[in-house]
């Protein structure tokens, strides 16, 4: 993947500059915006899917009527777009560098639970356009802060290396194969929109997230330009372990060959009970390290109560460690929690890379 040359070698430049000036930021959660605009089915579905059907789109198998759409957050894209643009705009006013495109769930395989596989490639296309628009405005405004376009791939809802059904161990609902086709496609969607890095995130399974390097790598090398691309797996409990099994430091061995821009953890923990991971990546990366947590565990209710005050708190320890390049919030965060986020690590500087740790020694 390195041999290539980058699709927008100025934009890289621009990146890693900031990354070796200062701190930068991520956005937060979309899923918690969202919820605060209590969107009803009839807003999901817009004008497009008014009466159960794609006007758009012909095809044969079950349709997008005979399922609730509700819920499908990265439908907004395409039926509320205004929205969508909203919450960047509001993560980009509150300090974020750097913005994730609304496609976490934006693969064949995810959107097939709604019947709306069709759509893949559209809503990562979109998504990134969306999300470039609002970087593009915000730059205009102050060209010394430059704004970037982070394009997501999730996880998908399926997972190769484990199986769904407790009675056949080696039973698996999806293969290696049909992963790295749903994200070729996506990815391709996310590039043609604009995106100026691809992060694969909210890792769970080692060997999906292989799958879509994998299909990054065919991607790039396809087109004959490279984007960087951006890794962050999710420690699933306090075990300190992927669903998959990994230590933060095997997960960082098992990718680290792609010679990715970044790697770092978010979800499934606040930031507290991330820092002794964070902390072991920082340690062993050959490259930038990242981190966008949850805002604290969920309580009884689903909610996450850690205020964007107590949030900072403990963010900020991880910035005047040396941690970090690169941090934001995931699941209960707001554009607060990114305010307050960017104010406690703005004096700090970013993780020196060990190759510049060496050359200073």
């Known amino acids: 993947m390195s041999a290539l040359p980058w699709l927008h070698p100025d934009r890289v430049a621009l990146l890693e500059k900031a990354l070796h000036e200062r701190i930068l930021i991520l956005d937060g959660g ?14 999901f579905r817009g004008e497009r899917f008014v009466d ?16 609730d759409l509700k819920g499908n957050n990265d439908l907004l894209t395409l039926t509320k777009p205004d929205i969508i643009r909203g919450v960047h705009e509001a993560y980009l006013e509150a300090g974020a560098d750097l913005v994730e495109t609304n496609t976490f769930n934006s693969t064949r395989i995810s959107q097939a639970d709604y019947h709306l596989d069709h759509l893949a490639y559209e809503l990562n296309r ?4 969306l999300a470039r628009a609002a970087c593009d405005t915000y730059t205009a405004k102050n060209p010394a802060k430059p704004r970037f376009v982070i394009g997501v791939l999730g996880p998908t809802s399926r997972t190769a290396s484990l199986s769904p059904d407790v009675n056949d161990p080696g039973f698996r609902n999806v293969t290696f194969q049909e992963l790295c086709d749903n994200y070729s496609e996506s990815a391709g969607g996310l590039i043609d929109g604009g995106a100026d890095m691809i992060m694969v995130e909210t890792i769970f399974d080692t060997l999906n997230a292989k799958a879509a390097l994998f299909a990054l790598s065919e991607l790039f090398r396809t087109r004959g330009a490279r984007l960087p691309v951006m890794i962050s797996g999710t420690i ?4 300190g372990r992927t669903l998959s099994g990994q230590t933060a430091e095997a997960f960082y061995y098992s990718i680290k060959h792609i010679r990715p821009l970044s790697v770092g953890l978010n979800c499934a923990l606040g930031a507290a009970d991330l820092r002794p991971h964070v902390q072991t990546l920082s340690n062993i990366a050959e490259c930038f ?3 966008h947590p949850n805002a604290g565990l969920p309580n009884a209710f689903g909610e996450y109560d850690e ?12 910035a005047r460690d040396g941690l970090l390049n690169m941090v934001g919030g995931c699941c209960g965060t707001t554009p607060a929690h990114i305010k307050a986020i960017a104010e406690a690590v703005r004096d700090c500087a970013p993780r020196a890379l060990p190759s510049e740790t060496a050359q200073a020694a």
Request: proline share 4%; charged share 15%; with cysteine.
């Open 307 to 318: 205020t964007p005050a107590q949030m900072a708190a403990v963010v900020g320890g991880f």
């Open 236 to 239: 699933t409990d306090r075990s």
């Open 289 to 291: 390290v990242s981190t």
């Open 126 to 129: 979109e998504g990134a356009r």
């Open 30 to 43: 979309m899923g918690t915006m969202l919820q605060g605009h209590s969107l009803d089915e009839a807003a």
């Open 52 to 67: 159960g059907h794609d006007g758009n789109h012909t095809h044969t198998h079950d349709h997008p009527g005979s399922c």
